[in-house]
């Protein structure tokens, strides 16, 4: 520690130094020698580390080029995003580690498995830190600094970086996020200007909608290390599991008026699961930090921000893994270089303190190799003590939709959870529906995450959601099993990739009518595909019962044969190709002559072609619409036209009948806009909205829709010191709540369960209409599933509405108050977004405001 600490007094630095350029001299430390047939960054990548911001595709030429040119690197392709770009993984250790490495990942695996990890001498073992950078695109300092950091491993000379380099095993991820990371860097470098501006109004530091934070769909990539829904994710989580890290870094920027942050957070916000010791942990390595930025001078903060509770980011999702998983928070230049309150903040200075403690990282976990080596042994083996001794000893889970039901065991299983078919019945749960997985296993403290639900905190404030009980997002009937009633008699078959359920069509070629059923999950994918090309089909408002005594649901689709314009051959392989990668259930009819209504009765209504348009652009919520672009485009294999609010009055709105408005942030954006919605609407538009643009229709007298308001009376005195954490507690971060469904009504055709799990993430309190048919979805009486909400707005939200619909002119307005659509993992309610899409327009006037 004392050398390295007198290495970095030649770092030391004065925040205020406005140089145009740097070079490596400014980062590096002046008393390490370096290899110089290791190529450095600008001999790869045409600049200086900090001239320019670097783009995804130089990034990647530099780190091929340094593991040729070097004996202490491997590189690995681990996917592509979406965008095509590569997503890589270097392994950096000592060339004797390298020549043995799959052995010393297996070896380190072990450490997990309470079998054997006590036979292991972690003595004999190297650490392994996993470091990963910008997981926001444009929080781009530390895909920079790992080119330094890559070039520090591979160059550095001397005995120190030759021990730690024998003791310790780096993966390093030099973009978390390779589109949003060249998004950013295209638009700041095509901003740039010779003489540097640094006036924070400059272009250059305010990113057109959406910016670089996001990934391709506009996901924000740190949500969705526990879901793993989005390509990046489940590329990334096979390598995390296949080496279960010590330790993992995860660089990030905050505001440019701040300073440098790094984990512990707030104390009193870390998740109940995890241990004391991980936060002892990450302290005792927090020390490492500060005396390394001490030593360049550099303000820094802990302890004060941020929090360890949401499993599902990338500095605490390891924290329920035997791992350290440690935030970084530099403030940001948003550019080159920009004015702040301590001074011109540089580019380059960004860089340097995400490579410095890129170094204390690496110190600590050299010095601290056998404590974290026995930490994380110690963690599975009381994870295996505590599973084995608790009340619970499995969890069944059971729907009626089996593409639903297996979407939500690939979650699992992607984290390493082994996941059965229900062989018996038990407690009401039956073998054909259901799955069970035991708790006793190795990742039994991360099956603990997925499935509890939690209602009361220590901490009312919250960094990110409060609550995600999968089983509720997936609207899922699940059950605990305690001793007495779980044995491993109940397992069945391991699932895989390969129990994905198959479509059916149940009977053969029709010359009379095919009935769609509308419960599997990917259903709407197979109506689109038949409505494409140009079938006449009709839909179920009311149940009847076919000729085998099959119950058919409201929302079972009708597709005839003799109305089409193609023979019944052709027709018969087109509902086929169309439920194909779907657990869709075709009947094959050769009679109308159903029970209870015909297949010629009037209850069965004509569904249009939908042609989606989506609200996009400055003042729209770029994650909500991202979240509808990639469930309909990657889900569903939907087209939806992206209209930017900019453009929208010059869009002739009459091409498309369905337009969806997400969520805004600001309400005045679609000011401008209100005589041509409304418009549009009464000539027979099919308008979907959500949270803030629900409300700025009511407020527009748009739709008759009432929201609560604030009835909060004079509340005395209060201590000013108070404010920040009072406000805080009334912010509905993300809870769980129950809802009661009319499953009679369109909106709900594929429930099965009049009670369905919503997500609410805002304050908005919708009050149920005059028309008592107009509000499908409403909360109960004592919604609460799982999460936090204040007292005063759980009073508001009982029993108020989850959406309402109005009737104008020819057209419908369906309003929601919640994001049915959250983060790719609410399966739960997409259902009722896509029964807006498809069957909207035919929900009865006399039900609608």
């Not at 079998?115 to 530390?142: C, F, Q, R």
């Not at 069945?492 to 390969?498: C, H, K, S, V």
């Not at 507690?729 to 469904?741: R, Y």
């Amino acid at each position: 520690m004392k050398y390295y600490l007198a290495v970095l007094l030649s770092l030391l630095l004065s925040i205020n130094a406005i140089q145009a350029q740097v070079d490596l001299s400014y980062y590096l430390p002046d008393t390490v020698k370096y290899d110089p047939s290791i190529p450095t960054p600008s001999s790869i990548i045409g600049h200086e580390v900090g001239e320019w911001h670097v783009t995804h595709d130089r990034l990647v030429y530099y780190m091929r080029a340094l593991t040729d040119a070097s004996d202490r690197i491997q590189i690995q392709q681990t996917g592509v995003t979406y965008e095509g770009r590569p997503q890589l993984l270097l392994t950096i250790t000592h060339p004797d580690n390298l020549s043995n490495i799959d052995d010393i990942r297996n070896n380190h695996k072990n450490l997990t498995n309470p079998e054997v990890s006590a036979s292991l001498d972690t003595k004999e073992m190297p650490a392994v830190i996993w470091m990963g950078y910008s997981v926001h695109g444009n929080e781009p300092s530390g895909s920079n600094a790992s080119m330094l950091m890559a070039y520090h491993l591979a160059a550095a000379q001397g005995d120190d970086i030759e021990e730690k380099l024998k003791n310790v095993v780096i993966l390093m991820d030099p973009s978390f996020n390779p589109d949003g990371l060249n998004r950013f860097a295209t638009w700041v470098n095509m901003h740039k200007s010779e003489h540097l501006v640094i006036d924070p109004n400059d272009r250059e530091f305010n990113e057109v909608w959406p910016g670089g934070r996001t990934n391709h769909y506009w996901f924000d990539l740190n949500r969705d290390w526990l879901p793993a829904q989005l390509t990046e994710s489940k590329n990334r989580l096979k390598q995390f599991h296949n080496w279960k890290p010590n330790i993992m870094t995860d660089h990030h920027e905050m505001g440019t008026n701040s300073t440098f942050f790094f984990q512990p957070g707030i104390p009193s916000r870390t998740h109940p699961i995890t241990p004391e010791k991980n936060q002892n942990l990450t302290a005792e390595i927090g020390e490492y930090h500060a005396k390394f930025l001490d030593a360049a001078g550099s303000l820094y903060f802990t302890k004060e921000s941020y929090d360890d509770f949401y499993y599902g980011k990338g500095s605490t999702f390891p924290d329920v893994q035997g791992a350290i998983g440690i935030l970084f928070e530099q403030a940001s230049s948003r550019g080159h270089a920009q004015e702040s309150v301590n001074g011109v903040l540089k580019f380059p200075f960004t860089i340097k303190n995400q490579f410095i403690t890129s170094l204390s990282t690496l110190q600590a976990g050299y010095e601290m190799r056998e404590t974290l080596l026995n930490y994380q042994r110690d963690f599975y083996m009381e994870a295996k003590r505590s599973a084995r001794e608790s009340e619970t000893q499995a969890y069944v889970v059971s729907d009626q939709d089996a593409s639903k039901l297996f979407e939500f065991s690939q979650i699992l299983t992607r984290h390493e959870i082994d996941v059965y078919r229900l062989k018996q019945d038990v407690k009401g749960f039956q073998p054909d529906n259901s799955i069970i997985v035991p708790v006793q296993q190795y990742q039994s403290k991360l099956i603990q995450a997925i499935f509890e639900k939690r209602t009361s905190f220590t901490d009312s404030l919250f960094y990110d959601v409060s609550a995600w009980t999968f089983p509720l997002a997936f609207n899922l009937q699940y059950e605990s099993l305690n001793s007495k009633n779980y044995t491993n008699s109940l397992l069945g078959d391991m699932l895989t990739a390969e129990s994905e359920p198959k479509a059916q069509i149940i009977g053969q070629e029709s010359n009379y009518a095919y009935l769609l059923e509308w419960e599997d999950y990917f259903a709407p994918k197979a109506l689109k595909k038949l409505l494409n090309a140009g079938l006449h089909i009709k839909v179920a408002t009311e149940e009847f019962t076919g000729p085998n005594k099959h119950l058919f649901k409201r929302g079972t689709i009708l597709i005839p044969v003799r109305q089409q314009n193609k023979d019944a051959e052709e027709l018969y392989k087109l509902v086929k190709s169309s439920i194909e990668n779907t657990g869709v259930t075709v009947h094959s009819l050769n009679t109308g002559n159903t029970k209870g209504v015909n297949l010629g009765s009037r209850t069965f209504e004509p569904i249009e072609k939908p042609t989606v348009a989506m609200l996009v652009g400055s003042g729209v919520s770029s994650y909500d619409a991202g979240e509808i672009w990639h469930l309909m485009d990657q889900r569903f294999q939907m087209a939806v036209t992206k209209l930017d609010i900019n453009s929208l009055n010059r869009v002739d709105l009459n091409s498309y009948n369905t337009l969806v408005i997400p969520n805004v942030w600001s309400q005045s954006a679609l000011k401008p806009f209100k005589n041509k919605l409304n418009a549009w609407v009464n000539e027979g538009g099919n308008l979907i909205t959500f949270e803030n643009a629900s409300k700025w229709l009511a407020d527009s007298k748009l739709t008759e829709v009432q929201f609560k308001v604030d009835s909060t009376k004079n509340p005395g005195f209060k201590m000013y010191s108070d404010n920040r954490n009072e406000r805080g507690a009334q912010a509905i971060g993300g809870a769980i709540f129950e809802a009661d469904l009319d499953l009679s009504h369109p909106l709900a055709f594929g429930y099965s369960s009049n009670k369905i799990p919503i997500f609410k993430g805002n304050s908005l309190f919708m009050k149920t209409s005059d028309n008592a048919y107009a509000n499908p979805v409403r909360y109960t009486s004592t919604p609460l599933m799982s999460g936090y909400i204040s007292s005063e707005n759980l009073a508001d939200l009982k029993e108020s509405a989850v959406v309402s619909v109005d009737a104008v002119g020819r057209g419908r307005i369906i309003s929601f108050t919640e994001n049915t659509n959250f983060r790719a993992f609410w399966y739960g309610t997409n259902k009722l977004f896509m029964n807006a899409i498809f069957f909207g327009p035919i929900i009865s006037r006399s039900t609608a405001n």
